[in-house]
Antibody, heavy 123, light 112 residues
Framework: EVQLVESGGNLVQPGRSLRLSCVAS????????MHWVRQDPGKGLEWVSG????????AYADSVKGRFTISRDNAKNSLFLQMNSLRTEDTALYYC????????????????WGQGTLVTVSS | QSVLTQPPSVSGAPGQRVTIPCTGS?????????VHWYQQLPGTAPKLLIY???NRPSGVPDRFSGSKSGTSASLAITGLQAEDEADYYC????????????FGTGTKVTVL
């Protein structure tokens, strides 16, 4: 069974940092690009960042560019999101999601998604 | 933040047919990029429902169907069932560079 398990979410003050992790199982992790997608509580979905299978291509949404860093460790089947200079508007449930291909291409989709880890930014 | 527009809610009686439109622009759906649909049951993560505009993953009932035309796409649910009550989101790629992938605003389907 393909499974993604996120961790690392917490309550943090504005301006501080947090590192999210996602451990994958049930598929060949280094055969697929991976993504972080967030959901404001009770609201919609927002793509945050994506990384290709070999970390050769990385992309970010403008809303997090320069503050967040995505990375992966294929030897440990793990995906990470380093979040710096956190803002109150970063409060959300953060999902990791598996891409349908090695590279994040225009026609790709996300399947499956993890259960999410909650990040709350508040003073 | 969302650049794909969906109605906030649709409803129907059991057995009825409902459709959920997803309206984009020439930088996403209208540019020819595929549309995918996700179902989010209460308290759970989104689940892939339709990929590549009209394809169903294994295990998804054929009551769910997708289509795309011009700058819009649509999800149809025929023979509505109580377990279909959920939030539904469309997703596509956007060439405007502010975000590679964009989602719809989401539609809550209520079974009356």
């Amino acid at each position: 069974e393909v499974q993604l398990v996120e961790s690392g979410g917490n309550l943090v003050q504005p301006g501080r940092s947090l590192r999210l992790s996602c451990v994958a199982s049930g598929f060949t992790f280094d055969d697929y690009a991976m993504h972080w997608v967030r959901q404001d509580p009770g609201k919609g979905l927002e793509w945050v960042s994506g990384i290709s299978w070999n970390s050769g291509s990385i992309a970010y949404a403008d809303s997090v560019k320069g503050r967040f860093t995505i990375s992966r460790d294929n030897a440990k089947n793990s995906l990470f999101l380093q979040m710096n200079s956190l803002r109150t508007e970063d409060t959300a449930l953060y999902y990791c999601a598996k891409d349908s291909d090695r590279h994040y291409l225009p026609y790709n989709w996300f399947d499956p998604w993890g259960q999410g880890t909650l990040v709350t930014v508040s003073s | 933040q969302s650049v794909l527009t969906q109605p906030p809610s649709v409803s129907g009686a059991p057995g009825q047919r409902v459709t959920i439109p997803c309206t984009g622009s020439n930088s996403n759906i209208g540019a020819g990029y595929d549309v995918h649909w996700y179902q989010q049951l209460p308290g759970t993560a989104p689940k892939l429902l339709i990929y590549g505009n009209s394809n169903r993953p294994s295990g998804v009932p054929d009551r769910f169907s997708g289509s795309k035309s011009g700058t819009s796409a649509s999800l149809a649910i025929t023979g509505l069932q109580a377990e279909d009550e959920a939030d539904y989101y469309c997703q596509s790629y956007d060439s405007s560079l502010s975000a590679l992938y964009v989602f719809g605003t989401g539609t809550k389907v209520t079974v009356l």
